[in-house]
């Protein structure tokens, strides 16, 4: 399912990345629309383990007990210790450790944002790290308040790159996952019809090797072939039969 976003969304389209070689590069920002879809479909996923432990607590309920209670007949239950134990466990590490796990795991994605294509990095287009994985879902626990994410929602609407609390305290983005090569807007005179690689198409060699790795398969082959192509057609070069390979082979070019 392709990232997009309503009305909302528009507040923030696109973040502009700056290169080292000073090359501006556009990344188009999840909105508020396609976020919380994801959303919506990770807490159904946490539903499951969540539900298989609360099972056992309800089925292993007994009567309680107490000073007040014992043989008094009031039909009032308790669940036994240990399921108890365990639906505490699964629940704290369900809220605490299923986004942070997902992302570091899957470079920024959990199974909401990969569905909908939509990925977490950092300030500047970098993969996310796990500090910054951790520290973005630790600060949920503020960003929910005082319900249903009131806070975090504000700081969507409020912040210029849609971060909310957690975003802004990792120093990370989300964004939509690219269909085509993010295209850098050069600072200078225009390629020359043939000849070695310019600055700006070993700026985006560099910068498609860089972030291949945290692409899911399908998009990594359509930016590398697009890319490949684009590069050997200016080069006067047959169209590479393994693009991705090829842009590496460019990187060694004098």
């Given at each position: 399912m392709p990232?997009?976003?309503?009305?909302?969304?528009?507040?923030?389209?696109?973040?502009?990345?700056?290169?080292?070689?000073?090359?501006?590069?556009?990344l188009r920002l999840a909105g508020i629309g396609s976020r919380s879809m994801a959303f919506l479909l990770d807490m159904l996923i946490q539903l499951v383990p969540v539900?298989?432990?609360?099972?056992?607590?309800l089925l292993l309920l007994r009567p309680a007990h107490g000073p007040f209670l014992e043989n008094s007949g009031t039909g009032i239950y308790e669940p036994a210790p240990w399921p108890l134990a365990v639906f505490g466990l699964v629940l704290f590490a369900v809220n605490f450790g299923y986004?942070?796990?997902?992302?570091?795991?899957?470079?920024?994605?959990?199974?909401?944002?990969?569905?909908l294509r939509l990925r977490v990095l950092r300030d500047g287009g970098f993969p996310i790290d796990g500090r910054a994985a951790l520290i973005r879902n630790l600060l949920r626990?503020?960003?929910?308040?005082?319900?249903?994410?009131?806070?975090?929602?504000?700081?969507l609407f409020f912040s210029r790159e849609g971060k909310r609390l957690g975003d802004l305290a990792a120093g990370t983005i989300v964004a939509c996952e690219p269909d085509a090569p993010l295209v850098p807007l050069e600072r200078g005179a225009p390629?020359?019809?043939?000849?070695?690689l310019t600055a700006?198409?070993?700026a985006l060699v560099h910068e498609f090797l860089e972030r291949a790795p945290t692409l899911d398969p399908g998009a990594r082959e359509r930016l590398a072939r697009r890319v490949g192509?684009?590069?050997?057609?200016?080069?006067?070069?047959?169209?590479?039969?393994?693009?991705?390979?090829y842009l590496a082979t460019l990187v060694d070019r004098p």
């Open positions: 990232c997009y976003a309503g009305s909302v969304s528009e507040l923030y389209p696109q973040a502009r990345i700056e290169t080292p070689e000073q090359l501006s590069l556009e539900l298989a432990a609360a099972v056992p607590a986004f942070a796990f997902f992302e570091i795991a899957w470079r920024g994605q959990t199974p909401g944002k990969r569905w626990v503020v960003d929910i308040l005082p319900a249903f994410y009131a806070l975090g929602l504000v700081c390629a020359p019809a043939s000849g070695p700006a198409e070993t192509e684009a590069i050997a057609l200016r080069l006067g070069e047959p169209a590479p039969f393994d693009p991705e390979h």
